[in-house]
């Protein structure tokens, strides 16, 4: 569909000296950031028609097809690294459930508007900081995809940002959406931030960042927002995890299904 | 002239009276709440923003970003204005005859007496 990202970054290029076990740990982390951006994307895009404005489906619309192309060469990418032959379309296609490693934040479905921005919020304002350090990985692909995505996030985030400030400091009805979604959504925040040896190793080589380092732009940015449109940081304890491990929640089975089920009635068919 | 008219919607003058305008009402939800915004861009510097369309908006932030995805979404613009549409006094039709009709036959005011010399470009 769209070009190949441009690779802007100065990193060193010359990575592919690394053991099989460094390859098979960049496939798992090439899908994490590809299922998130595709997942998020597929949310988004059902959207299409349904939000409040004809203006604000254009604008969703938009927001879904910049994670669709950002998760289009990390996916590409990951097939190829892992050389078993499996395509972008294979690997979001044909996969089952177990198979996908997206974070729960980005299936949780959609409720309702506030609950679209507040997922946008959340997932933006970690995505932002990530593909920003992402910039220098020494994987050449992972390192153009996150230069891409700088300046789409950045928008992506200031859109969730001003919905957030009017959702919250608007009617009582809308703030009130606004604060049920934080609510509902905020146990899948924490999942964003864990780490553990497979992209700690990386991080060691360059190739991952560690998303853990994020948290504290992530925790001053929601909540500095969160203060301005007058919506309480949810004290939420419980904390859903699992995606990075193909562990999802309910939701997740029907959007794949929705997904896939074309490619899969016709295979190889094309536009 | 009756009904006061206005330039709504980039379709020129249209009536007012009894149609949405740029006063949003807090109880409903409805586009209707949403003020009219005409939306001007410019292609690249140099150039001068140029009326592409209008759309909705809660207020002028977000009306600058809506335009931004309904009409630079293919590069079309490196700037962009938007301006409430219940801003812009437009000419009515009931005037055009007094307003534009009498410059039909005033050849003089076009610069076609002029040569213009080769390699002349954008005239």
């Known amino acids: 569909m769209s070009a190949p990202a441009r690779v802007e970054s100065s990193a060193p290029v010359d990575q592919p000296a690394t053991g099989a076990g460094t390859t098979a740990a960049t496939v798992q982390y090439l899908l ?17 028609t349904r939000a409040p404005q004809l203006e604000e489906d254009v604008a969703l619309a938009n927001i879904a097809l910049d ?25 979001a296609f044909l996969r089952e459930e177990r198979d996908f490693l997206n974070c729960q934040l980005v299936e949780q479905p959609d409720v309702d ?44 985030r200031d859109h969730a940002v001003q919905w957030t400030l009017r959702l919250g400091d608007g009617t009582e009805e809308s703030s009130r959406r606004m604060q049920a979604a934080l609510d509902r959504l905020w146990p899948f925040a924490a999942e964003l931030f864990e780490s553990d040896d497979l992209v700690r190793s990386l991080a060691v080589r360059g190739v991952a960042v560690d998303p853990a380092s994020v948290r504290p732009r992530w925790d001053a940015d929601v909540d500095a927002v969160l203060a301005e449109a007058g919506l309480a940081r949810p004290s939420s304890v419980r904390v859903a995890t699992g995606g990075r491990r193909g562990l999802h929640t309910e939701c997740f089975g029907y959007l794949l299904a929705e997904m896939q089920h074309l490619a899969r009635s016709h295979p190889g068919a094309t536009w | ?11 020129g003058a249209v009536p007012v009276e009894g149609v949405a305008t740029g006063t949003p009402t807090p109880t409903r939800a409805s586009r209707r709440d949403w003020p009219l915004w005409e939306v001007f861009v410019r292609g690249r510097r140099g150039l001068a923003h140029t009326h592409v369309g209008s759309l909705h908006a809660p207020d002028a932030t977000m009306a600058l970003r809506n335009a931004r995805d309904v ?35 005033k050849a003089y005011r076009h610069p076609t007496f002029y040569e213009v010399p080769e390699g002349v470009q954008h005239l």
């Open chain 2, 1 to 11: 002239m009756s009904a006061e008219v206005r330039a709504e919607g980039g379709h």
């Open chain 1, 67 to 91: 994670l669709l192309g950002q998760a289009r060469p990390l996916l590409a990418r990951a097939g190829e690294l892992e050389g078993r032959g499996r395509d972008e379309d294979a690997l």
């Open chain 2, 71 to 105: 009409y630079t979404r293919r590069q079309e613009g490196v700037s962009l204005w938007v301006v409430p549409a219940a801003a812009i006094t437009a000419s009515s039709p009931d005037e055009r005859d007094p307003f534009f009709a009498p410059a039909a036959d």
């Open chain 1, 113 to 156: 508007f506030a609950g679209t921005i507040a997922r946008q919020l959340l997932f933006s304002c970690y995505q932002l900081p990530l593909l920003q350090a992402l910039t220098t990985s020494a994987d050449e692909v992972l390192a153009g995809v996150a230069g891409k995505g700088v300046k789409e996030v950045a928008y992506h």
């Open chain 1, 32 to 48: 994490r950031l590809g299922d998130d951006a595709l997942v998020l994307a597929q949310r988004l895009g059902a959207q299409l």
